[in-house]
């Protein structure tokens, strides 16, 4: 894959636990964000939160990983204010740092999400077929 120039993005899970412990114990007390997004879905607001760091870069058996996101989604209900949900994910990525500006971490993430999501629909029956 470097070898083509090319870079990845991958979803963090506790299923890798030495990354993710490593991934949990240096984002996840920072209060900071460097950048969010709010999005009004219903009746409820969706406040993203980035938090990022290059810290783990080369980490371990990973010489290739140069930075590490947690994304905090807080789910707020509009008009009580109350705080519906909150979810931490964990992502590593083969680009540097600074290749991307905070917001572009953001929506590099989000389009993460997408394609997980958007693969996994149900093909149109062909009518041809029957």
């Known amino acids: 894959m470097r070898g083509h120039g090319l870079h990845y993005l991958l979803g963090l899970k506790q299923v890798q636990p030495t990354l993710y412990a490593e991934a949990n114990r240096l984002l996840r007390y920072r209060r900071k964000p460097v950048a ?20 783990m870069a080369q980490f371990g058996s990973w010489p290739h990983l140069q930075t590490v996101l947690r994304v905090q989604s807080l789910t707020h209900h509009n008009t009580s204010g109350e705080l519906l949900c909150r979810r931490d994910r964990y992502f590593v990525c083969s680009l540097p740092i600074d290749a991307m500006t905070p917001q572009q971490w953001l929506l590099a993430v989000r389009r993460h999400w997408a394609v997980e999501n958007d693969c996994h629909n149900i093909w149109p029956q062909d009518p041809a077929r029957g």
């Open 36 to 55: 969010d997004t709010v999005d009004v879905v219903g009746a409820t607001t969706v406040t993203r939160q980035l938090f990022i760091s290059d810290e």
